[in-house]
């Protein structure tokens, strides 16, 4: 069984950066693709980012290219995603994700993935 813990979440100002980190424990994931998704209250979960097992491929929603960078340290167990130029619309509740079997079509899916954490919180306010 994989866990996922995910942290690095905190109340910011708009334009400031954080660095969320996603830590799995029980297993090694080094085969799964690891998505980010954010979810606030009322809406649908969201895809936001997603690397997949080599690390070789790497998709993003529009609203966070060229801000949000997804990578993964197979070391460390740990998949991180850097968010700069933080928008008050990037306010949300962050889930990291994992899937062995999922395939590129399916990446934006959340429905496709196995396994989830908790959660950490994100706010961006002035």
């Keep these: 069984q994989l ?3 995910e942290s690095g979440g905190g109340t ?5 950066s954080l660095r969320l980190s996603c830590a799995a424990s029980g297993r090694t994931f080094n085969q799964h693709t690891i998505g ?6 009322g809406k649908e979960r969201e895809f936001v980012a997603a690397i997949r097992w080599n690390s070789r491929t790497t998709v993003y929603t ?3 290219k060229g801000r949000f960078t997804i990578s ?4 460390q167990n740990t998949v991180y995603l850097q968010m700069n130029s933080l928008k008050p619309d990037d306010t949300a509740l962050y889930y990291c994700a994992a899937d062995k079997a999922l395939i590129l079509s399916s990446i934006r899916d959340h429905a496709q993935y196995d ?3 908790q959660g950490t919180q994100v ?4």
């Design 3 to 5: 866990q996922l813990v």
């Design 12 to 16: 910011v100002q708009p334009g400031d």
């Design 36 to 41: 980010w998704f954010r979810q606030v209250p």
């Design 62 to 64: 529009d609203s966070v």
């Design 72 to 75: 993964r340290d197979s070391n």
């Design 115 to 117: 396994y989830w954490g």
């Design 123 to 126: 706010t961006v306010s002035s």
